[in-house]
């Protein structure tokens, strides 16, 4: 079972994107008891935490470059994540992942240029 992720691409500085990750594998009480995170790593750099949250009512944790533009949300019944991303910046272009309870996702490409 790996979770799918979909939803990057190219957009312009200023721009929006929301990233999906589905794990239609994982049952509903499995997804909602795992910690979500999604990371990111562009070229050349380290593999990056973005986001992470424990449950639905649970805390979210962003890192310090994305506070304030980045937003992860999840839905059990759906066994889908989302990290919707706000007035991007061309540092934020990256191979983006999702982690659902330590199992990765292959990635999407988002690129941030003009």
């Known amino acids: 079972v790996q979770p799918v992720e979909s939803g990057g691409g190219l957009v312009q500085p200023g721009g929006s994107l929301r990233l999906s990750c589905a794990a239609s594998?994982?049952?509903?009480?499995?997804?909602?008891?795992?910690?979500i995170k999604w990371y990111r790593q562009a070229p050349g750099r380290e593999r990056e935490l973005v986001a992470s949250?424990?449950?639905?009512?649970?805390?979210?944790d962003y890192a310090d470059s994305v506070k304030g533009r980045f937003t992860l949300s999840r839905d059990d019944d759906q066994q889908t994540a989302y990290l919707q991303m706000n007035n991007l910046k061309p540092e934020d272009t990256a191979v983006y992942y999702c982690?659902?309870?330590?199992?990765w996702g292959q990635g999407t490409q988002v690129t941030v240029s003009s």
């Open positions: 982690s659902v309870g330590g199992t």
């Open positions: 594998g994982f049952t509903f009480s499995t997804f909602r008891s795992y910690v």
């Open positions: 949250t424990i449950n639905i009512s649970g805390r979210t």
